[in-house]
Structures are given as structure tokens and as C-alpha cells.
């Protein structure tokens, strides 16, 4: 088999390049502890874009972290479809600089019973609020954003991994949702997401990763794959620090927002999607992540497939969130 990454059973003892910042968890701790004292503020809208006599559709508002109010696409079941009992939900993520899709390709959970949210990153290709001092989208950029600023709280990644967190709390809070029966799905960016959201919130019970981005920084660096979705870590270097005399501290502090150093905090069963073949996020920092799992988990693996529709893999999904 080709190979763009180690040999399969390297991948599978790989622990990881960047390094861990050594007051990471201290960090995380008062992350937790801004987001408990953050009032969500949560606002459902009715929204009428569907007409499906069984599922209800809402605009879903709520604020997170710095003060910024974040959209989320909520679907959940008729009252007469409910019954009056609780409904299992399901979170999911999106792609990096994109946004939480279209509605209709939602209703396979709502329709099965699910409520589901669907939420939209600040400042990318969403509704969210980006509170960096502008208004509109920041689209790219954001690994980098704030990682010259001497505060590593100004990370923007801190901040959409607290909103995945705040979003599933207000979703176990809704009177409709069992919040013992939540889980998380997504797809690059969105798989790092739903990582981040089951580590940060015990209470999720199933994850789905596909393909994890955000993960073993230097070892992108290493294989010379800062590219396309991790280009920004060649743009900063070549802007900020061309002859890398900080590179040993940049890394450290990408550190914080490293799914491979959260992934020890997850409660949740996880079912994860990689591509041996995948040059967008490389399979040996997917493999980072998966190695430092301590729950239950499972992976498929997809010798030829890179960062791709991988066939199988919403049914897979499906059936394993089903099992809520």
C-alpha cells in the first residue's frame, strides 16, 4: 500500500511531536471556570424553512465566552412525535470556514426522534459572533489567531472549543432533551470539535470524529504538510518568526489547543473515521488523538481514502449515535 504517514502499526503506538504546555490542565481549569460563569442566555427562535409535519426547526442563539452570541441550527421532534417523553440529541460540527449546512440534510435524526443542533464556529462561514473587534468573518487564520498575543486565554480556538461545550449545555437543559443520551459528530475541523465538546462536557455520551484536525502541530510541520488547511502555520512562521528562533515556544503554546492533550479528559464511547491517505490532516495526528483515548473506542480505517467522503461512514455513524 502506498504510504503518505508511518506504516500502520507505527501509527498505532504514535504518541505524538508537539509539545505539551506543563500548566495545560491549570489551563483548562479556568477555562471551565470562565465558561460556568458565562450566563448562556439561550434564545429559541421558530424558524419555518421546512415543512415536515413531524420535526420542528428553531434558530438557536446563546452566548458564549467574551461575551459572543453563537448560532445553531435546532431540529427537534413534533410535540406529538415526542409523546411527551425526553429525546436523545445529537451535536454536530462543521468543516474549517465553513458553516452548520443546509436543513434538510438534518432530518434523518430529527425524523428518527433526535433533536439535533447544528452549530455555526465564530467569525467563519456562519451566524456566530466573532468579538475580536470586528464585525463579519475572519474565514481563515484562526489557529494563529491571538498566538503572539502574550495571553495564551486569547487563542481563538479556546473559545470555539468553550462554545462547543456551552452549546451542550444548553441543549441537556432544554425540557425536551434527556441530557444522559447527547452526543457529537463532525468531520475535520468538526471531528476535532466533537473531541473537544465530549472532553470539555463529561455528560456526552457517544462522539463520531471524522478525520480530527487540530492536532500534533509540529508533527504537520515536520511532514511539510502546513498546507492547505494548516497553512497558516507556514504564513505565521514566514511573517512573525522566519529564521523559527521561537519555534520551541509557538508550538508549546499551540499546545493548549492540541485535541491529542484533551483527549485523556473524555468519558464518551468514540467511533473514529481515518484515511491512511490523508494529506489535509495526516493520519499519525489523527492517531495522536486516538492513542491518548482511555474510554471505550473503536476506529475505521480507510487504507485508500484521504480527507474525503469515506463510503459508509454517515450510516456507521447513524447507527452508532442511534444507540443513544
Not at 6 to 23: H, K, T
Not at 100 to 113: C, E, I, V
Not at 146 to 162: A, N, S, V, W
Not at 266 to 294: C, H, W
Request: aromatic share 10%; net charge neutral; hydrophobic share 40%.
Amino acid at each position: 500500500m502506498p504510504l503518505i504517514d508511518l506504516p500502520l502499526e507505527q501509527l498505532r503506538s504514535y504518541a505524538g511531536r508537539n509539545p505539551r504546555p506543563v500548566d495545560f490542565d491549570a489551563y483548562w481549569e479556568e477555562a471551565l471556570r470562565e465558561l460556568a460563569a458565562t450566563d448562556p442566555r439561550a434564545e429559541l427562535v421558530p424558524n419555518p424553512v421546512l415543512d415536515h409535519p413531524g420535526v420542528e426547526c428553531f434558530d438557536l442563539w446563546f452566548t458564549g465566552v467574551g461575551g459572543a452570541r453563537v448560532y445553531a441550527k435546532y431540529l427537534r421532534p413534533s410535540a406529538a412525535a415526542r409523546a411527551g417523553k425526553r429525546a436523545p440529541a445529537v451535536l454536530e460540527f462543521h468543516g474549517y470556514s465553513g458553516h452548520s449546512g443546509d436543513w434538510a440534510g438534518k432530518l434523518a435524526y430529527a425524523a428518527s426522534g433526535f433533536c439535533l443542533a447544528a452549530m455555526d464556529c465564530r467569525g467563519q462561514g456562519g451566524r456566530s459572533e466573532d468579538k475580536g473587534g470586528v464585525l463579519g468573518n475572519t474565514h481563515h487564520g484562526q489557529i494563529i489567531r491571538g498566538l503572539d498575543d502574550p495571553d495564551p486565554r486569547k487563542l481563538l480556538f479556546r473559545q470555539i472549543f468553550l462554545d462547543t461545550a456551552q452549546l451542550a449545555r444548553v441543549v441537556m437543559a432544554l425540557p425536551e432533551v434527556d441530557p444522559e443520551r447527547v452526543g457529537a459528530k463532525g468531520g475535520s475541523q468538526g471531528g476535532a470539535l466533537t473531541l473537544a465538546c465530549a472532553a470539555l462536557e463529561p455528560r456526552i455520551k457517544r462522539a463520531a470524529p471524522v478525520f480530527p484536525f487540530l492536532a500534533d502541530y509540529r508533527r504537520v510541520w515536520e511532514m511539510d504538510q502546513a498546507k492547505d488547511a494548516y497553512a497558516e502555520l507556514k504564513t505565521f512562521f514566514r511573517h512573525f518568526d522566519p529564521r523559527h528562533e521561537r519555534e520551541e515556544a509557538i508550538f508549546t503554546k499551540l499546545g493548549y489547543i492540541d485535541l491529542q492533550f484533551l483527549a485523556p479528559r473524555i468519558r464518551a464511547e468514540v467511533l473514529m473515521f481515518t484515511g491512511l491517505m490523508d494529506t489535509i490532516t495526516p493520519p499519525s495526528t489523527q492517531f495522536a488523538i486516538y492513542n491518548k483515548l482511555t474510554t471505550k473506542k473503536d476506529m475505521k480505517i480507510y487504507p485508500d481514502f484521504g480527507h474525503e467522503g469515506l463510503p459508509g461512514e454517515s450510516d456507521l455513524s447513524f447507527n452508532f449515535l442511534r444507540g443513544l
